[in-house]
């Protein structure tokens, strides 16, 4: 349960960075503190502020959350194809959706590494890949655990009802008003904040539906392999 694990400690360290993020946003860099609806998750990383003020502090958690949930990103998808193996179609897609979901565990890392306030092109590139190669695994998932008669199609449906909130997303990210306006930085890091907590909840959801299987497998021998 790594990835449950690393998710609630991203749930409740990243409260911890809020409040000791010294303040600034890009519309404004002299307000106060963090605002949870127009500061970015990726100002947390940040190594100073938009002041100049250290930030030392939240960018060591942040950075250090993140690289952990990158890595359980990429152990999850690397061991999740086990439960596919019983038809010659969901085997492709899990194989094929893993992929897409190591490379997204990748990108997290490499947002990680990379603070917004001194590599902001190349932390865009892996915000970028993160997000977008994530959506292509959820969409493979859901298709794979539909068509596998061994996994409750329950998990396909909150992998779907995930697909529509973050592909919503990725629109507003490449079509929705500048981030650098006091119109749009709003739009942007509120809508930010609702797809992070909901791929959380998400994952989740798909890690203890993976354990449960994987227990039933156990005791009750259930075929999800050749």
């Not at 605002?35 to 998750?41: H, L, S, T, V, W």
């Not at 060591?60 to 990158?70: E, N, P, Q």
């Not at 565990?105 to 947002?111: A, N």
């Not at 992998?159 to 930085?185: D, H, K, N, Q, W």
Request: proline residues 4%.
């Amino acid at each position: 349960m790594f990835g449950v694990f690393s998710a609630l400690l991203f749930l409740i360290l990243t409260v911890y960075c809020m409040s000791v993020y010294p303040g600034g946003i890009v519309t404004d860099h002299y307000s106060e503190g963090y605002d949870f609806f127009k500061n970015y998750f990726s100002d947390l990383g940040r190594t100073h502020d938009f002041l100049g003020r250290s930030n030392f502090t939240s960018m060591v958690i942040f950075m250090t959350l993140v690289t952990l949930i990158g890595l359980a990103t990429i152990f999850y998808y690397v061991t999740a194809p086990y439960f596919f193996s019983n038809t010659a179609l969901c085997r492709k897609l899990s194989v094929y959706g893993s992929v897409m979901g190591f490379i997204t565990g990748i990108g997290y890392i490499g947002i990680a590494f990379t603070p917004a306030d001194l590599l902001l092109p190349m932390h865009l590139v892996f915000v970028q890949i993160a997000f977008n190669s994530f959506f292509v695994a959820v969409i493979l998932y859901s298709i794979a655990i539909y068509k596998n008669p061994a996994y409750p199609n329950f998990y396909a449906y909150v992998y779907l009802m995930y697909a529509l909130v973050l592909g919503c997303y990725i629109l507003i990210m490449l079509f929705g008003p500048s981030g650098r306006t006091p119109e749009g930085i709003g739009i942007q890091a509120s809508s930010q904040k609702m797809v992070v907590y909901s791929q959380i909840l998400c994952m989740m959801i798909q890690a203890y539906g993976s354990w449960m299987l994987n227990n039933k497998i156990d005791k009750e021998g259930v075929t999800v392999v050749d």
